[in-house]
């Protein structure tokens, strides 16, 4: 059963509108949630991560929405830019553990 | 920012050999992973090391696998031998500590290919 799902497997939007990129998961222990932003060839860097406790993250155009009693959030990615086009991963790990679980990503592609 | 070196970026090897792959993980950090990821998909967590010792290791780090960071020199991979489920990107990532709010730093990966 995997722990971590993304969806939509890929998006496609144009320059200067919101992606909504969604995330959900199982284990009920997952209490940290950062997602990952990866380029070909590359290594994933974080992007921007919420706990928890917190029922939103925003950062400049990055907004995360989490809705624990639903085990769901998503990443908002506003005035999107070509530059954004990559593939996003959610991610989550719970206290006691360093060890991340990851979704499958979803490929996101912003057309000028 | 931080980063973290993988060596080589790509490592081509015929089935049943051993194969090492290093990882120069950031200077002050104390928590090394390995993360096995197929053709640009999930990121599949293998083993976090600390102290010298294996903390936490998944089903997918296989007997063939082991890791070692002698001295503080690369934190490496080893497979041996290998096999063709092995062909993968391995992606070393360090953290200074462990806990939720500790930001994970990843490397460039290593592409590995077995034939």
Redesign the interface.
């Known amino acids: 059963q995997q722990q971590v799902r993304q969806s939509p497997q890929s998006l496609t939007v144009w320059e200067g509108e919101t992606a909504i990129l969604n995330c959900s998961y199982e284990n009920s222990a997952f209490?940290?949630f950062?997602w990952?932003q990866?380029f070909?060839?590359?290594?994933?860097?974080?992007l921007i991560s919420i706990?928890s406790v917190s029922d939103k993250k925003e950062d400049g155009r990055f907004t995360i929405f989490f809705n624990k009693r639903e085990k769901k959030l998503s990443l908002h990615i506003a005035d999107s830019q070509p530059g954004d086009s990559a593939?996003y991963?959610c991610?989550a790990?719970?206290?006691n553990?360093?060890?991340?679980?990851?979704?499958?990503?979803t490929v996101l592609t912003v057309k000028p | 920012g931080p980063k973290v070196l993988q060596i080589p970026s790509h490592q081509i090897i015929d089935m049943g050999q051993m194969v090492t792959l290093n990882c120069d993980p950031v200077s002050n950090h104390l928590y090394f992973y390995w993360y096995k990821q197929i053709l640009g998909q999930q990121m599949e967590f293998l083993v976090n090391f600390y102290n010298g010792k294996v903390m936490e290791k998944s089903k997918l780090f296989k007997d063939q696998f082991s890791v070692e960071r002698p001295d503080g020199s690369y934190f490496t991979l080893k497979i041996q031998p290998t096999a063709l489920e092995d062909s993968a990107v391995y992606f070393c990532a360090s953290s200074q500590d462990r806990g939720t709010n500790e930001r994970l730093f990843f490397g460039h990966g290593t592409k590995l290919s077995v034939l």
């Open positions: 209490d940290y950062p990952y990866q070909p060839g590359e290594g994933p860097a974080l706990l593939t991963f991610a790990s719970d206290t553990t360093g060890k991340l679980t990851f979704g499958d990503g």
